[in-house]
């Protein structure tokens, strides 16, 4: 059974920094784009960054210079570090893997969502 879980999220004031992570079983972590996305009350879900295993990246214009994606391929992990946060981040985060690599590839699984609410 896939599982993604995630922790992280809380209250943090404006400027302010939190840092993601999303645990993977180990049986689709190696081939999976792992990614981060975020739904704001009454608003789509988005993408705010991808990783690939070869450590290429992908990051939504609005989380640029702020925000970066990492993984630990030993851990199984997959995290985001977020900077100089603003209100406007606060939302619903959801960890994704996207299998890219051999069977179930195009399957994607998703977290179950951590809270980041950014204010004074």
């Known amino acids: 059974q896939v599982q993604l879980v995630e922790s992280g999220g809380d209250l943090v004031q404006p400027g302010g920094s939190l840092r993601l992570s999303c645990a993977a079983s180990?049986?689709?972590?190696?081939?999976?784009?792992m990614g981060w996305y975020r739904q704001a009350p009454g608003k789509q879900r988005e993408v705010v960054a991808r990783?690939?295993?070869?450590?290429?990246?992908y990051y939504a214009d609005s989380v640029k210079g702020r925000f970066t994606i990492s993984r630990d391929k030993d851990k199984n992990t997959a995290y985001m570090q977020m900077n100089r946060l603003k209100p406007e981040d606060t939302a619903v985060y959801y960890c994704?893997?996207?299998?890219?690599?051999?069977?179930?590839?195009?399957?994607?699984?998703w977290g179950q969502g951590t809270q980041v609410t950014v204010s004074s």
């Open positions: 994704n893997a996207e299998i890219v690599e051999g069977s179930n590839s195009g399957t994607k699984y």
């Open positions: 180990g049986s689709i972590f190696g081939r999976a784009v």
């Open positions: 990783i690939h295993k070869s450590g290429v990246t």
